[in-house]
């Protein structure tokens, strides 16, 4: 083989469709993956620790840190006055300062940053630094804001026909309103960076953070230096699930700027508690909803406002809220429809992206409208679906104007109902609670549609490198982050299919802003749509150089050249891939190569909100069954079927996991995870003691979960597949529904309940009391 590189058949390549373990599964079990608080320390390493306020809205009267300099240990403090560029570290708005200057504006807000030979030394230092205050008035919540109004930006309309007229003339109609509270992250790594400085003032910096090019951009506006003194690199993050999105960059710009203060390496890695206190949640919401309907329960008019607390600055509140409203109709064809969106500001930190980015509160929204008619008009909320869900021509435009061209809602629906027997355990499980006065079960069928794209346009594109080497293995390189979501296998399984070799032939490098410049976050569940089609773009045209080179060597047509599984065929020869390479390393042939993408069709006017910000939906349809306990509220989710459109699935397994994740985490939201602020706008639950997320026992006992095998894209994604990060989040939503379910019974289904999210078993319980309260009067 080594003189005629002709190669012995193989075995079909491990590319796309085939369930290969995500590229660092056996690392992550072994404990030998590497995270940033893993690296070697650095000899001269200094620890940065933030100083962060104790008040929620206050000017700062004096700011002494005489004392923390003169500390053991201390070698640099640094504050607002000390930073030689911008004083900002926000993504949009330049409303969110590295250090308070003058304001403060929510407790944990950063103040100023120790460096000092130890971590322990830099948190003894910062305690001695003196600080006063005069007091300012403080919205914690949203009531408060309402009060004051206080808001970020001015409150949003989407609308579709007369919603008003609609609803004065629906023969039925109802208001409600209720609450969801928002999320904390609870990423297993938290947040961290370590810069080490380079020559001519440069930096380096490894950090945990889903948009290492944003990241790069906001440190070079700190210090004041171009984008090129600045490289960002990420291997691996422990969980972001938005997070890291936008909130990595104040610790990462505080590591930068002590090491090209000091000329020495620099960490910054708060702890859990630390990390909970000063970073973003998901969005808390109120919602309001004016519906009218038929006796058959079919919408004819809505009126829904949404209000949600965004904290003390912009961050990404604008689209997150944005996203709210487009996902307000779900599945659901609404004929006429007003949305409004209310974006208020509070002195709490401030609110980011979470999974779903808004899409989870607009989604629970007309899923309880959903529930509530249904109660109305006395049928099963499966079949108030099924009669509200989009249709043909007439029935298929979402009330930002866009028309749904990929509807498969309807069949999900009806494949899960029948293959779980939903209809029959809903009789049984109504019988079951007509003989049991204490324990109560609910079952819920709810549907997903979830738009993929980042809904601002010029956020959707990627960029991809490539090197072939002369020995027949590949590296690959891409804008998207691998934060254990499996983006990495997948685009590898891209890069490997295209070439037609094994997946264990292409090697996954760091992501770094030296390789790929002008990245987007990996977000949006646009990781493998935007890096996979980068990549493959890549791999097309060395595969063209390649082709062009073995036609002029063996004479043959461009058209009698093939990659296959057994590996090039030219002609009537088959050479093995790696012998290839070298001949066209050999004959000078360019094996590097750049690929970018940018997703067609996509546009949105935000000031009229029309446009088709979506270059298509996923789909998925969760059935939940749970069991409560009336009398101390407590809950167990006893089953849950999932059956979910990943289109053709570029890898079953990681497809899978990302479903049980997603929707375990949606569990957690709706039912265990409480955030709780004081008065003082003080956060109490920033603890494992004391902020409960799902844990291994509340996995359902029977979770059954299957990829839909009609799923294929009909738009030229990559393979035909479909996104999975976040639309799986929202299956969760049938758990709240079947609680709801549930406690209904309490008042023999007469009554619908008042009941919020997350429904803990506090929550349960005074919505159970207050059904038989009122089924009493």
Known sequence: MADSGVAPAITAPRGVNAPLPHDSAERHVAGSAIYVDDLPQPPGLLHVHLGTSTRAHARIAKLDLSAVRASPGVVLVLSAHDIPGENDVSPVIHDDRLFADGEVLHVGQSLFAVAATSIAAA????????????????????????????????????????????????????????????????????????????????????SSTQHPSEVQHLIARVL??????????????????????????????????????????????????????????????????????????????????????????????????????????????????????????????????????????????????????AAEVGLDPLE???????????????????????????????????????????????????????????????????????????????????????????????????????????????????????????????????????????AASSGADLNGMAALNAAETIKARLVDFAAAKWSVAPEAIAFTPDGVRVGEKTFEFGWFARQAYLARISLSATGFYATPKIHYDRATHTGRP?????????????????????????????????????????DLGQIEGGFVQGMGWLTTEELVYDGEGRLRTHAPSTYKIPTCGDRPAHLDIRLWKAGRNVEATVHRSKAVGEPPFMLAISVHSAINHAVSSVGDYKIFPELNAPATPEAILMACEDVRRRARA
């Open 123 to 206: 948190r003894a230092a910062a305690a001695k630094a003196v600080v006063e205050y005069e007091d300012l008035p403080a919205a914690i919540d949203i009531a408060a804001a309402r009060a004051m109004d206080l808001k970020i930006e001015a409150s949003q309309r989407m609308a579709r026909g007369d919603a008003r007229a609609a609803l004065d003339a629906s023969p039925r109609r109802i208001q409600g309103g209720f609450s969801m509270g928002g999320q904390d992250h609870f990423y297993l790594e938290g947040q961290v960076a370590l810069a080490t400085p380079r020559e001519g003032g440069d930096v380096h910096i490894w």
């Open 614 to 654: 979506f270059y298509y939906f996923a789909y998925g349809a969760a059935c939940s069954e749970v069991l409560i306990d009336t009398l101390t509220g407590e809950m167990k989710v006893t089953r849950a079927d999932i059956l979910h459109d990943v289109g053709k699935s570029l890898n079953p397994a990681i």
């Open 384 to 522: 108030v679906r099924r009669r509200n869900l989009y249709g043909g021509e007439g029935r298929n435009l979402t009330p930002y104007h866009q028309v749904v061209e990929d509807n498969v809602a309807p069949q999900l629906i009806e494949e899960l109902a029948a293959s779980c027997d939903y209809e029959a355990r809903r009789r049984e499980i109504e019988a079951f609670n007509k003989a049991s006065p204490v324990l109560k079960k609910g079952v819920a069928l709810t549907p997903v549609k979830f738009g993929i794209s980042f809904t601002t346009t010029h956020l959707n594109q990627a960029g991809a490198l490539i090197h072939l080497y002369a020995d027949g293995s590949i590296l690959l390189n891409h804008g998207g982050t691998e934060m254990g979501q499996g983006l990495n296998i997948k685009v590898a399984q891209i890069v490997a299919q295209a070439f037609q070799v094994d997946a264990s032939r292409v090697k996954i490098t760091s992501t770094v802003t030296d390789k790929v410049p002008n990245t987007s976050a990996t």
């Open 224 to 373: 004041d230096r171009p984008h090129t003194a600045v490289t960002v690199e990420v291997r691996r993050m422990g969980g972001g699930f938005g997070g890291k999105e936008t909130q990595a960059s104040l610790f990462a710009a505080a590591a930068a700027l002590v090491a090209v203060k000091t000329g020495r390496p620099a960490k910054c890695r708060p702890d859990r508690d630390e990390d909970m206190v000063m970073t973003g949640k998901r969005h808390d919401f109120e919602v309001a909803y004016d519906v009218g309907f038929d006796d058959e329960g079919r919408l004819t008019g809505l009126s829904l406002e949404l209000a949600s607390r965004c904290g003390a600055t912009t961050d990404l509140s604008m689209a997150i809220n944005d996203r709210a409203m487009f996902h307000a109709d779900n599945t659901y064809f609404l004929p006429a429809v007003e949305i409004v969106s209310h974006r208020f500001k509070t002195h709490t930190v401030s609110n980011t992206a979470f999974r779903g980015f808004g899409g989870p509160q607009g989604m629970l929204a007309i899923e309880r409208v959903m529930d509530a008619v």
